[in-house]
């Protein structure tokens, strides 16, 4: 089951709006959810795939989660008291078995 896998736990910052006031834009708290995740270092497949992206080295992990979880490229994923953002997504499945997500993940610095 695809649930065992899953051994890592990671927060999800979604990104918060954009509200104006004053004519001073100001970013608002955006939700926080907590997934079941699984987290691995790449592998030479993976630098294969990311070979047309700058700068892949050991900030960059990759991540599976659910295929029910959303999460975008400017979300903030807490892990391992990291912050990191997602910079590509793949469904390594056909579109009519998707059950996990894998996410290409940089740690900000």
């Known amino acids: ?4 896998f899953f ?3 990671a927060k999800i910052k979604k990104q918060g709006a954009v509200v104006y ?3 001073i834009s100001q970013k ?3 939700e926080e959810i907590t997934v079941k995740c699984r987290i691995s270092s790449l592998s030479y497949k993976d630098l ?3 070979s047309d992206t700058d700068n892949i080295s050991r900030n960059v992990m990759k991540m599976y989660a659910n295929a029910n979880v959303e999460i975008w490229m400017k979300d903030i994923i807490e ?7 997602v910079i590509a997504q793949y469904q390594p499945q056909d579109k009519n078995k998707i059950h996990h997500n894998k996410y ?5 610095e």
Do not use: Y
């Open 21 to 23: 006031a004053n004519w």
């Open 48 to 50: 294969q795939l990311l």
């Open 1 to 4: 089951m695809i649930q065992d």
């Open 79 to 85: 892990w391992n008291n990291k912050e990191w953002t």
């Open 28 to 30: 608002t708290q955006g």
């Open 104 to 108: 290409f993940i940089k740690k900000v």
């Open 7 to 9: 051994i890592n736990e």
